[in-house]
T-cell receptor, first 115, second 110 residues
Framework: EAEVAQSPRYKITEKSQAVAFWCDPI?????LYWYRQILGQGPELLVQ????????DSQLPKDRFSAERLKGVDSTLKIQPAELGDSAMYLC?????????????FGPGTRLTVT | SQKIEQNSEALNIQEGKTATLTCNYT??????LQWYRQDPGRGPVFLLL?????KEKRKERLKVTFDTTLKQSLFHITASQPADSATYLC?????????FGTGTRLQVFP
């Protein structure tokens, strides 16, 4: 069964350093999402791609976060510089379409700890 | 303001009983509502989707109801098992994106 791949699974970094996460969605899924999940809370959407285009990044802290999906397939989320408050689980998900009628398939996530 | 509320306290039930989890929302008008299961340290896994014109949806031991008048969805697990222990998230669609609740942790003990 096809799965969403993410790497790394765990990342520890010092504040002010740069960090990057990678996601490979299920083949053929046009819509890709990056979420941040703080312990005890639900996932919060950071950025949504349709193919290679950003369709929603209203909750992305653009002064330090960036995301790209250059060929409309895999995607990278970067934080520079990392801050203590960025410690969280970063989840990638994909779906065939952005509509709420479609389930989202999540990857295993990257647990980020900023020290 | 817009809110999605799920019980923040854990739900503890005995094996074999029916677990009922609640999702309430305000100032949204979702056409769809989804439920996900999340195990510790892992990504959410899709369980069920229900449309605004559907009152009830079933899948094996799972049942979801959706009351757009009360702005509430109920998620039931019948004949619960210890393996059902996890956090359950509701998510509603808002202009082609999902908004997630905070989740309810379910603990099923033998």
């Amino acid at each position: 069964e096809a799965e969403v791949a993410q790497s790394p699974r765990y990342k520890i970094t010092e504040k002010s350093q740069a960090v990057a996460f990678w996601c490979d969605p299920i083949s053929g899924h046009a819509t890709l999402y990056w979420y941040r999940q703080i312990l005890g809370q639900g996932p919060e959407l950071l950025v949504q791609f349709q193919d290679e285009s950003v369709v929603d990044d209203s909750q992305l802290p653009k002064d330090r976060f960036s995301a790209e999906r250059l060929k409309g397939v895999d995607s990278t989320l970067k934080i520079q510089p990392a801050e203590l408050g960025d410690s969280a689980m970063y989840l990638c998900a994909s779906s065939p379409s952005p509509a709420g009628a479609y389930e989202q398939y999540f990857g295993p996530g990257t647990r980020l700890t900023v020290t | 303001s817009q809110k999605i509320e799920q019980n923040s306290e854990a739900l503890n039930i005995q094996e074999g009983k029916t677990a009922t989890l609640t999702c309430n929302y305000t100032n949204y008008s979702p056409a769809y509502l989804q439920w996900y299961r999340q195990d510790p340290g892992r990504g959410p896994v899709f369980l069920l989707l229900i449309r605004e014109n559907e009152k009830e949806k079933r899948k094996e031991r799972l049942k979801v109801t959706f009351d757009t008048t009360l702005k509430q969805s109920l998620f039931h697990i019948t004949a619960s098992q210890p393996a059902d222990s996890a956090t359950y998230l509701c998510a509603l669609d808002n202009t082609d994106k999902l908004i997630f609740g905070t989740g309810t942790r379910l603990q099923v003990f033998p």
